[in-house]
């Protein structure tokens, strides 16, 4: 076979016409011999990338699949195609592993799947060394971090492919891309040489929109729904059972069929509301991120976020399950300041080792970015990612509705030093008052009304200094403190600031009325 194409064996093989992304170029690559870290999100064809070229070079392609309960069904599929593929895992008897061990001696397989733990074995690893292989294929890949949920400890020794056979081509595969997740695979791998491909990320359908929160938020959720998504099947995600709880009941008084699903209901009432959103028409499930995992419903037309995703990543993700056909769908997020203190409040009560808090920081402050950037959403998303969109996408908020910023030196300045004078141990809500001026009773207490900040914040009203203060705890300017009290206090990054030594823009957020109307998908 090995003067065939990987086109041929696409059409021939496989039945289809023409290949997608980067497939071919990734097939190519690893036929003549290199190693490789393919990231591509789910569907988008990964399998191809590590069958056709095992298919081409002689000797078997080891799999490694942590998913015992999928690889009959691969495997199966295979065989349909008339492609030579077996799998070996716990599950088989003695005569049925004896069966494939000397069909992998008589070199009749192209493909074998394995779990990895079957990698620790010596005597397997020894049976590999006496037969030809064409590759290693690692899929799932990202089970080899440490940080994931997915973390398989049997991963972790995969590196053993690497020093036992250097001169296999080894291809990793995974759908999770951001890029902690895809340094430690590449140190863990041993995959410093491999060639890293990013494509298939985009979702043009979906328009992504990032609202700034008015409390109560569920107003203005209300507000968008109404505006733009009547009896269109949506999710709606919450950060806690309660809010849960809370904002499914007032969607269902205000005539929508709102469904709550968290971890603290029954099996039973999870499942039916599962299966009533999938089913029937214009549900909107109200969730904790426990929804959304294996479903495949590809009419949601919305998803909408009341609290901030964990990171840019469960973002993509959650998003991603609007627009599933194809067609016009909303991301929208409504994002406060007080969603960037609680965030940052969890970071600093975090109990992880220190290299592990420094990689949710960096995942913190992709996300904040990505709420506070005046750029294409969708070019920061895919950056994150590593898949560049070279044009701006023309469907998001930021390039429907560009939002003005402007030379906020003077009004950073006037906060920072607020909270300076103020002793650096007071919540937003008090520093905003003593900028414009307030006679409340406990700023008479503290003597604030003697300082010099005091009442020079009047130009601003109180949703334009808490976006101020947004930008500047989002920017690193300034900090919660761990007590839980949310007082600010300045950081390093502040000084140069107050000094005027650098200068700052800052964005404009919409003023409340003109806010819910904008965007109405057009
Ligand atoms: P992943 O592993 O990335 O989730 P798969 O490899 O299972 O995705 O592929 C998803 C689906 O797309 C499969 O049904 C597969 O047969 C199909 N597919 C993959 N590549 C192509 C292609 N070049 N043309 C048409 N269909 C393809
Ligand atoms: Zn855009």
Known sequence: MSDDTPAHILRRVFGYEHFRGHQETIIQHVMAGGDALVLMPTGGGKSLCYQIPALLRSGVGVVISPLIALMQDQVDALLQLGIR????????????????????????????????????????????????????????????????????????????LHERFPHIPRIALTATADKPTRREI?????????????????????????????????????????????????????????????????????????????????????????????????????A?????????????????????PK????????????????????????????????LRKLLSNSEADEQHKRLEQQKLEALLGYCETTQCRRQVLLAYFGDDLVEPCGNCDSCLEPSATYDGLEVAQK??????????????????????????????????????????????????????FRQLVAGGFASVDIEGHGGLFLTEKARPLLRGETSIRLRKDSPRATAEKKLIRN
């Open 85 to 160: 593929a077996a799998f070996l895992n716990s599950s088989q008897d003695s005569a049925q592993t004896r069966q494939i061990v000397q069909q992998l001696r008589q070199n009749a397989l192209d493909l074998l799947y394995v779990a990895p733990e079957r990698l620790n074995n010596p005597r397997f690893l020894e049976f590999l060394d006496s037969l030809p292989l064409a590759l290693f294929a690692i899929d799932e890949a990202h089970c080899v971090s440490q940080w994931g949920h997915d973390f398989r400890p049997d991963y972790a020794r995969l590196s053993i």
């Open 186 to 286: 590449i140190s863990r791998l041993g995959l410093e040489n491999a060639h890293v491909f990013v494509t298939g990320f985009d979702r043009p359908n979906i328009r992504y929109r990032i609202t700034q929160k008015r409390p109560p938020a569920r107003q203005q959720l209300l507000s968008f729904l109404n505006a733009e998504h009547r009896g269109d099947a949506g999710i709606v995600y919450c950060l806690s059972r309660k809010k849960v709880e809370e904002v499914a009941e007032f969607l269902t008084v205000n005539g929508w069929t709102a469904l709550p699903y968290h971890a603290g209901l029954s099996n039973e009432l999870r499942q039916q509301h599962q299966n009533r959103f999938l089913r029937e028409e214009g549900i909107v499930i109200v």
């Open 288 to 308: 904790t991120i426990a929804f959304g995992m294996g479903i495949d419903k590809p009419n949601v037309r919305f998803v909408a976020h009341l609290d901030l």
């Open 311 to 342: 990171s840019l990543e469960a973002y993509y993700q959650e998003t991603g399950r609007a627009g599933r056909d194809g067609l016009p769908a909303n991301a929208w997020l409504a994002y406060g300041l007080e969603d960037v203190i609680l």
């Open 415 to 468: 906060a920072l030093s607020c909270i300076y004078r103020t002793g650096q141990r007071f919540g937003v809500n008090y520093l905003i008052e003593v900028l414009q001026g307030k006679g409340i009773d406990r700023i008479i207490q503290n003597g604030h009304q003697y300082l010099s900040t005091y009442g020079i914040g009047s130009e601003l009203s109180t949703d334009q200094w808490r976006s101020v």
